[in-house]
């Protein structure tokens, strides 16, 4: 079973345990590969003085062992008259992948936007490499409205697309 809650600073090494090998792995964020801990956090969780005034970090928390095993961004896409569709960013603790921690974190920040006042959400940059999130998003009503070809530098597969994807709320 898993508690959500706002992430506060004291979450901070949970959080980082699960962003650093996304980093370092280079795959599905479009981050520095080489990013040290200090930049993750003003990446992830800047807290009160961060330049984005809308940005709520989430967490799904194992209600039996109380670890941190996911983490999601939720912010407007833009401000001013884009301020009324959502943006929101996914992380999964690796030994907690494929155990419904992504569909179960999705859906509840997808309440949080409603609950905010959003209309839509947008990810701006889903590369099209990452099947099980664009099978995710996909499942849960996510479009792909665009895809920018050749923007994002994979790893492995050298040159891929980042979809744009879309729904309402």
Request: proline share 5%; hydrophobic share 45%.
């Amino acid at each position: 079973m898993l508690q959500f809650r706002p992430a506060g600073p004291g979450d901070w090494s949970a959080l980082w345990v699960i962003m650093e090998p996304v980093a370092r792995a280079g795959e599905t964020y479009c981050w520095d590969t080489s990013m040290d801990e200090a930049a993750g956090r003003l990446e992830w969780l800047p807290g009160p003085g961060g330049a984005d005034p809308t940005l709520v970090v989430h967490v799904a928390v194992d209600a039996e062992t109380g670890r941190v095993v996911g983490t999601a961004q939720l912010h407007a896409n833009r401000g001013g008259n884009g301020a009324h569709v959502a943006n929101a960013s996914f992380l999964v603790a690796a030994d907690a992948g494929g155990q419904g921690v992504g569909r179960a974190l999705a859906d509840h920040v997808l309440q949080e936007a409603r609950a905010a006042g959003y209309t839509a959400m947008q990810f701006n940059a889903v590369v099209q490499t990452n099947e099980r999130a664009v099978a995710l998003w996909t499942s849960l009503g996510f479009v792909i409205v665009g895809t920018v070809p050749g923007a994002f530098l994979h790893p492995s597969a050298g040159p891929t697309g980042l979809h744009i994807m879309h729904r309402f709320l």
